[in-house]
């Protein structure tokens, strides 16, 4: 089903109409961050009796009425991929209140064993290793500074770039962000592809994240979802990192602000 326009995550209003009698749970994402409305999903799950999983790939830090993002639905998941603000180059984590549920995923990603030559049942090796745990470890005492600096980063594209011809995200109330990405919507594709073009050029290289819309792919193929649609066709996220100078800041600014006239 579509998303929301503002907030880029699922469009809440759409779930009741997409429920059929085999449907079991309800899978949304938090994109870039950005809750979902986690009360009118809990809402729609009690009365049709159903699971609530949450694709929490970009969501290490954040928090939601001042609580993990993490402690909403049956099932949470959060990405530790390099790319992610902490990260442990590859791998993950999965979480859950149900002590059941909980105790099946942990044997389930350890070959399903209960011990050296007996198992719970079947099982992937879906764990990560001794090296990237070690990585987790050295990067997580930096967590606090590393959402700080990238706050300093989203305020100084949010200052520098104030035209009617890109949109922000908009975060939903009473979270607390961790930064993670600096989603832009232009007016149109044509303005998208200048503006990258333009810093192409210059050795900087935005992602068109999300880029084509997933509906539009084989599998999914007839569904039709015009505000995912448009939004994949516009979004692009700026370069945001740890170190990234008011200098560098300035150049990809004055490009993008350029490439607008």
Not at 10 to 21: G, L, M
Not at 37 to 63: P, R
Not at 232 to 257: F, H, K, M, Q, W
Request: glycine content about 6%.
């Amino acid at each position: 089903m579509d998303i929301h326009p503002d907030y880029l995550t699922i469009d809440e209003t759409k779930i009741e109409a997409a429920i059929t009698s085999k449907t079991t749970a309800i899978l949304a994402t938090h994109v870039f961050g950005n809750p979902c409305n986690v009360e009118a999903i809990a809402a729609i799950a009690k009365k049709h009796h159903l699971k609530v999983i949450y694709d929490g790939a970009h969501c290490f830090g954040v928090k939601y009425k001042q609580q993990s993002i993490f402690n909403y639905g049956d099932v949470s998941t959060c990405s530790f991929h390099a790319t992610k603000l902490f990260h442990t180059a590859e791998g993950g984590a999965m979480f859950t209140k149900d002590k059941g549920l909980q105790h099946q995923l942990f044997y389930s990603h350890n070959f399903g064993h209960s011990g050296p030559i007996t198992f719970y049942g079947l099982g992937i090796n879906g764990k990560i290793s001794e090296l990237q745990a070690a990585m987790g470890l050295a990067v997580l005492p930096y967590i606090h500074e590393i959402i700080a600096e990238r706050k300093k980063v989203v305020d100084f594209y949010n200052n520098r770039l104030n035209t009617a011809l890109l949109t922000k995200i908009k975060i939903r109330d009473n979270t607390d962000w961790n930064y993670g990405y600096y989603p832009v919507i232009t007016a149109n594709e044509e303005l998208l592809l200048k503006i990258q073009s333009a810093l192409n050029e210059q050795g900087i290289f935005p992602r068109r994240y999300f880029n084509p819309s997933l509906n539009t792919i084989e599998y999914a193929k007839g569904m039709v979802m015009p505000v995912s649609e448009s939004i994949a066709s516009r979004v692009l996220c700026l370069p945001l990192y740890v170190g990234l100078s008011e200098t560098e800041l300035d150049t990809i600014c004055n490009i993008i602000i350029q490439s607008i006239k």
